[in-house]
């Protein structure tokens, strides 16, 4: 059984680039999660998509956008990018949107905005 | 709102030590609650959750929390650490009804076994 997995692993980028960060689900899991986790502090949800669609946001401005493939693979794009940007992005896998599910973490992209 | 707290943001603590890692949680509802462990570098691991039943769950290497409804807390413990527990932990819930599974975590304790 695969697990999660994302790339790249590392990406420097300059204020007002945009990114691409994908993540592939683990076999089997429908739903998938992206966080943000800023240094020295918990992951914040960013969204979910369940089944190509996506079915709950947090508190991200609408530059942060994403997509789920028919595979359940999925990405998260940023464009803009501002240096508050520079983070830890996790990507998370489930089977089904269960409250009880447990999410599964990729090893997650770090992201440096200059 | 819903939050969580983990008090604690550094726990240093000498190896075949007893260790407790606090966390209280705040919400309207009913939650799932979930500790998990960040190795440097790595992603999140999953070491227990809690989702009914006893209030005493048991997870992997070692590691044990027990609910408290009355407190709202989900304490985390290990009765004798290894230096390679070393690790920062994330306390979470998830809501009972939320229109998605999402985690809301706390901002970590760091676990510093010491020889």
């Known amino acids: 059984e695969t697990g999660v997995t994302q790339s790249p692993t590392h990406l420097i980028k300059t204020r007002g680039q945009q990114v691409t960060l994908r993540c592939s689900s683990q076999s089997g899991h429908n739903t998938v999660s992206w966080y943000q986790q800023a240094l020295g502090q918990g992951p914040q949800f960013i969204f979910q998509?369940?089944?190509?669609?996506?079915?709950g946001r947090g508190n991200f401005p609408p530059r942060f956008s994403g997509l789920q493939f028919p595979n359940y693979s999925s990405e998260l794009n940023v464009n803009a990018l501002e240096l508050d940007d520079s983070a830890l992005y996790l990507c998370?896998?489930?089977?089904?949107?269960?409250?009880?599910?447990?999410?599964?973490f990729g090893p997650g992209t770090r992201l440096l905005v200059l | 709102a819903q939050s969580v707290t983990q008090l604690d943001s550094q726990v240093p603590v000498f190896e075949e030590a007893p260790v407790e890692l606090r966390c209280n949680y705040s919400?309207?509802?009913?939650?799932?609650l979930f500790w998990y462990v960040q190795y440097p570098n790595q992603g999140l691991q999953l070491l227990l959750k809690?989702?009914?039943?006893?209030?005493l769950v048991k997870g992997i290497n070692g590691f044990e929390a027990e609910f408290n409804k009355s407190q709202t807390s989900f304490h985390l413990r290990k009765p004798s650490v290894h230096i390679s527990d070393t690790a920062e932990y994330f306390c979470?819930?998830?809501?009972?009804?939320?229109?998605?599974?999402?985690?809301?975590f706390g901002t970590g304790t760091l676990l510093a076994v010491q020889p």
């Open positions: 979470a819930v998830s809501e009972y009804g939320g229109a998605t599974n999402k985690l809301i």
């Open positions: 919400s309207s509802v009913s939650v799932y």
């Open positions: 809690y989702l009914s039943g006893s209030t």
């Open positions: 998509y369940y089944r190509e669609e996506e079915n």
């Open positions: 998370a896998s489930s089977n089904g949107q269960g409250w009880e599910e447990t999410q599964y």
